[in-house]
């Protein structure tokens, strides 16, 4: 199972981003999909989850209205659209099925 996320950088507050997880080794059709974040000493905490589906999703309340999750099955992949970002948004963020965790992408917001 591989987990590879892209699209992180740097953005003004206001600004937008779109993350990226590219999966690979197994049948990404039949996985719930989530997206989490981490900042320095503090623990990683759920940001948005999309069933297998795609009939359902979830956000934490600090993202509704902004943050918005969707995947395509025929690329493999799950993507999170981030609008409206503010600093408190910065962190690392990771792309989770089941067990398995990308490396993270890096989302800076700052002036």
């Known amino acids: 199972v591989q987990l590879v996320e892209s699209g992180g950088g740097l953005v003004q507050p206001g600004g937008s981003l779109r993350l990226s997880c590219a999966a690979s080794?197994?049948?990404?059709?039949?996985?719930?999909m989530s997206w989490y974040r981490q900042t320095p000493g503090k623990e990683r905490e759920l940001v948005a989850y999309?069933?297998?589906?795609?009939?359902?999703?979830h956000y934490a309340d600090s993202v509704k209205g902004r943050f918005t999750i969707s995947r395509d099955d025929a690329k493999n992949s799950v993507y999170l659209q981030m609008n409206s970002l503010k600093p408190e948004d910065t962190a690392v963020y990771y792309c989770?099925?089941?067990?398995?965790w990308g490396k993270g992408t890096l989302v800076t917001v700052s002036s």
């Open positions: 999309i069933t297998r589906t795609g009939g359902s999703t």
């Open positions: 989770k099925t089941e067990s398995a």
């Open positions: 080794g197994f049948t990404f059709s039949r996985y719930d």
